[in-house]
């Protein structure tokens, strides 16, 4: 917010201070999509979305624009192409002897009414260009019956205009699911903050040693809610967001570290539930420190 002038009168340069004054980010989004299969292994995907950002409360007079977050309509275009292929038996905990890969192509342009306010809270256009990939692979360990080693590459780079706090923000522990909702730039990264590390451009890397515990198999009375199994995991996550190519460098690398408790289940005879009970730390950067209760974490649906 800019500073006032001295109460008492006299000369003052303008200035900007920061204020207890929290910031809410509001967004609605729609969107329309498609899916092709070309074999039974891949497809591709289409898809139309339109996201608005703006402040959840009013700004107040004097707010300074210049620091909010990206605020306006972002319409986008979407392309998408994936492969998988694995297996899954009765007593798996997780998929096995699978890979998948998938990349996608996203332009938010200007000539379909993207615009975002800048720093003198004026409209201006918007028109950005953005590539994503990952590859994932999950080994049935030749140790133990279904013990696996499962593990996430992923990566991506944006050109043209940018959303301010970056178009991708590393950290957090956060889960695949159709329950929980988070901003489409954040990406997890166990042991560190939400946003720890943001950027243009980013690479992030998981490696998972899943193992069970007790293979449960039975429900809970007449309750519609079928326990499945406990497992266990050992989990170590890697990565890095930059605007400056010169960021870019592995001495730059925040990893973190942790183990998870995992109970599978299904409710009302098809509904398929999984929660995530872990503790994870950094080990690099600005990571959660060992031994804080701010790595504890609770987690609905699968890390990937």
């Given amino acids: 917010m800019y500073s006032p002038a001295p109460p008492e009168g006299g000369a003052s340069i303008p200035g900007i201070q920061t204020s207890d004054q929290r910031y809410w980010d509001h967004r609605i989004r729609a969107g329309l999509s498609m899916w092709y299969p070309i074999d039974d292994n891949s497809g591709i995907s289409a898809s139309l979305r339109s996201e608005s950002r703006s402040p959840k409360?009013?700004?107040?007079?004097d707010a300074y624009y210049g620091t909010l977050p990206s605020r306006?309509?972002?319409?986008?275009?979407?392309?998408?192409?994936?492969?998988?292929?694995?297996?899954?038996?009765?007593?798996?905990?997780?998929?096995?002897?699978?890979?998948?890969?998938?990349?996608?192509?996203?332009?938010?342009p200007a000539f379909l009414g993207s615009s975002a306010y800048d720093g003198e809270n004026q409209l201006t256009p918007f028109d950005q260009l953005q590539?994503?990939?990952?590859?994932?692979?999950?080994?049935?360990?030749?140790?133990?019956?279904?013990?696996v080693l499962a593990c996430k590459a992923s990566g991506g780079f944006s050109l043209g205009s940018t959303f301010r706090y970056g178009?991708?923000?590393?950290?957090?522990?956060?889960?695949?699911?159709?329950?929980?909702?988070?901003?489409?730039?954040?990406?997890?990264?166990?042991?560190?903050?939400?946003?720890?590390?943001?950027?243009?451009?980013?690479?992030?890397?998981?490696?998972?040693?899943?193992?069970?515990?007790?293979?449960?198999?039975?429900?809970?009375?007449t309750i519609p809610l079928f326990l499945r199994y406990l497992s266990g995991a050992v989990v170590v996550d890697s990565g890095n967001a930059w605007e400056d190519p010169a960021d870019a460098g592995l001495d730059r690398t925040l990893l973190g570290v942790g183990a998870e408790l995992r109970l599978s289940a299904i409710a009302f005879y098809g509904m398929s539930l999984q929660g995530r009970l872990g503790y994870a730390?950094?080990?690099?950067?600005e990571g959660i420190a060992p031994g804080s209760t701010d790595g504890l974490y609770f987690a609905a649906g699968s890390s990937f």
């Avoid at 899954?88 to 890979?99: F, G, Q, W």
């Fill in 167 to 221: 178009s991708f923000r590393l950290g957090g522990s956060f889960s695949e699911n159709g329950i929980t909702v988070i901003p489409a730039e954040w990406r997890s990264l166990r042991g560190y903050y939400p946003s720890t590390r943001d950027g243009e451009a980013y690479w992030l890397a998981s490696g998972e040693y899943r193992f069970p515990i007790w293979q449960i198999q039975r429900g809970v009375g």
């Fill in 57 to 61: 409360d009013p700004l107040p007079a």
């Fill in 281 to 285: 730390f950094g080990l690099t950067g």
């Fill in 72 to 108: 306006g309509l972002f319409q986008t275009l979407a392309l998408g192409w994936s492969y998988g292929r694995g297996e899954s038996y009765a007593l798996s905990i997780s998929p096995e002897k699978a890979h998948s890969l998938g990349v996608g192509l996203e332009y938010t």
């Fill in 131 to 147: 590539l994503t990939g990952e590859w994932r692979e999950y080994v049935t360990a030749p140790w133990a019956a279904n013990h």
